[in-house]
Every structure is written in C-alpha cells, then in structure tokens.
C-alpha cells in the first residue's frame, strides 16, 4: 500500500498517510455534514445552512441565449426533482476546498476567481480532427436540450436534476475516432490562482482527471452538461462543461472539461490513482457491490437525507445494462 503525504484536513498540518486515513479524513468531513454512517444518515443533513438569498454565481458569458432549452421527454424521474438551491450549493469539487472550512460541499463560496469565460478545450489523440476547440461553436452545432437525471454520490447522497446540454456521442461523432481509440479520458481545468483548493491540497494527483470506454462514451445517456436547471452551470456544478454518466458513481462525472483525449489505453482517473481499490475506472452503481468502507444499499436524497434504496445502474439497466453483458 503506497504512503501518500498529505495534508491533514482539520489542523492544516502535513502528515504521511496510507489510503485508510485519506479516506478516514474524507469520511471525518462528511460526519461532520451528517452523511458518513447510517446512524448520521439517519438524521436531517447538518451543516448545510440555507440562504436562499445567497448569489448563485450562475456564469452566463453570453451563453444565456441558449437558454432554457427544450427538455427532452423520454428521460423520466421516479422522484420529485431535487430543489435548484439545494443541487446547486451542496456540490463536490475538491478544485475549491478551502483551508478557512476545510468543507468539500462549501465549493459555492470559493468559486468567483474562476474565470469560465470564452471556454476552449483542447482534443487529442487518436481522432481524425483534434486542436482546439470553442464551446459556444459546438453548442451552436449540436444545440442544446433538457435531461432529467438521477445523480448519486459515491458517498451515498444522490439528487434529480435537470441538466441542459448534448450527448457525448454528438461530440465524439463530430471528432471521429479511429478504429483503434477504445477510451476517451477527461480532463478538468486547473490553476492554481483561480482554485483555492489546489493551491492548498498538492497531495492530489491534479488536474482532476477520468475516462470511460468509448462504448460507454457513445452510449445515449452519457452526456456534456453546460446547464442545470434551464441556465448556464454555476461554477461551482462545473462550469461550463462537465460530463453527466447517471449510470456512475458521481466521480466519474469530470468538471469544467479543457481536454479529451482519444487513446488505446485504459487512462488514469484521479480517485483510483489516490486508491485502487476504492475507486474502479468503471464505477458503475451497483447496491450489490459494498465501497470497502459502507454499503451501498441505500442512498440518501439532499437536503434532508430522504433514504431510497440504491439501484442497479441507478435505474437506468434498459439503456446501460447492454454494455456490461
Ligand atoms: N470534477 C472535478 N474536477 N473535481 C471534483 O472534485 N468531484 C466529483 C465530480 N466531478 C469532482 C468532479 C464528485 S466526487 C461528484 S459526487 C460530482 O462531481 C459532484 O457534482 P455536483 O457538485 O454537481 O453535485
């Protein structure tokens, strides 16, 4: 087991640590909020206070024409939708964790410096077209549509949301992969000036970084949000441009995108090099298959931590299930 240094999350000080007590820290901050045990769980989500006067920072560089786009029916929820105040500031994004809370799901507070304006992202690798490319471009070339989802945390919290944007395969068509591209990996902005969280935590492996098979990729739920909840993606949810895998846990699900690489290979993602054996590339939500720390039985809805049982592929077998046969 490899011995990683990192920072210790509630005094500030470094300390050499195994892969248990990374994941002791990132279970002691979600104590803390209410969601590590099933005791916690248990009860309404503490720590997540509500202003619901609170700017949401909704980053529209002149992407709010675009908006709201016409939500496609065939994606239902078995749910009632999770409430925008609630998606929008109870967020994951360890880019904007800050030493003042060392709170992971504070990202809201964090993000102003991040400047998501005129967004590029670069593709490479084994495709017929690569470089550079403009978000708005391709919004235009695609168009943009709403997708009610069902999202669920690794750690157990899940929500249902409407996102806006377009399906993976509109863009992997557009960049035509070669024959032999089997993944696509994903990579997510990073700067230091901008992320408070990554100026302060230098034992993660930044930028944050995952992949999925290209079958996956090309699957019709797999999809490029740029919005939620008929506006452009706060910050702080990945703006611009994040992915949206509902089938997997919600790591998988790469933020503020500036790379795609087409490659033969399986690529490296972020939680599995910190621990193999936590965090599979393929990641699918499976109540069968415990986290080697907790269950994955049940799965908790924000903000008040309503218990439902976990489903297989989180519900969605009859688009998915193919994949894996
Ligand atoms: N992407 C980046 N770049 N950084 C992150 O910390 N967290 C992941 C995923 N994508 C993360 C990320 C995790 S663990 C989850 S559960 C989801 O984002 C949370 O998405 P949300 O904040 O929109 O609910």
Redesign the pocket.
């Given at each position: 087991m490899a011995n990683i240094i990192k920072q210790n999350l509630w005094n500030g000080t470094q300390v050499k640590a195994t892969e248990e007590s990374i994941y002791y820290n990132r279970r002691t901050i979600l104590k803390q909020i209410g969601l590590a045990t099933g005791a916690l769980l248990a009860s309404p989500m503490i720590g997540f206070s509500k202003n619901k006067n609170q700017d949401n920072n909704f980053t529209f560089q002149g992407m709010d024409k675009f908006y709201p786009a016409i939500r496609n029916e065939k994606y239902v929820l078995d749910r009632p939708m999770t409430e925008e105040y609630d998606?929008t500031h109870y967020?994951?994004?360890?880019?904007f964790i800050s030493p003042k809370d060392r709170n992971i799901y504070n990202?809201y507070k964090y993000v102003d410096p991040f400047d998501t304006r005129g967004w590029r992202f670069e593709v490479s690798g084994l495709a017929n077209k690569t470089g550079i490319y403009f978000l708005e471009e391709m919004i235009k070339e695609f168009g943009l549509e709403e997708r009610t989802c069902r999202?669920r945390?690794?750690e157990r919290w899940s929500?249902a949301v409407p996102w806006t944007g377009f399906p993976l395969k509109k863009l992997i068509d557009f960049f035509g992969p070669m024959n032999n591209a089997k993944y696509i990996s994903m990579t997510?902005f990073v700067d230091k000036s901008q992320m408070i969280g990554v100026e302060n935590q230098d034992w993660y492996p930044w930028p944050?970084h995952e992949g999925l098979r290209i079958d996956e990729a090309m699957n019709e739920l797999a999809f490029i949000a740029t919005g939620i909840y008929g506006k452009p993606l706060p910050k702080?949810?990945?703006a611009p441009m994040?992915l949206i895998v509902p089938w997997k846990y919600?790591?998988k699900?790469?933020?503020?995108i500036v790379k795609l690489e087409f490659t033969n290979k399986k690529p490296k993602t972020f939680w599995n090099t910190l621990s193999p054996n936590e965090y599979p590339f393929l990641s699918n939500i499976d109540p069968d298959v415990p986290h080697p720390r907790w269950s994955q039985k049940i799965e908790r809805m924000i903000p008040d931590g309503e218990p439902r049982p976990t489903l297989k592929f989180n519900g969605y077998g009859e688009f998915v299930g193919k994949l894996y046969s």
């Open positions: 998606a967020n994951n994004f360890y880019e990202a999202f945390c690794v929500m997510s944050y702080q949810n990945g994040r919600g790591y699900n790469t933020k503020s």
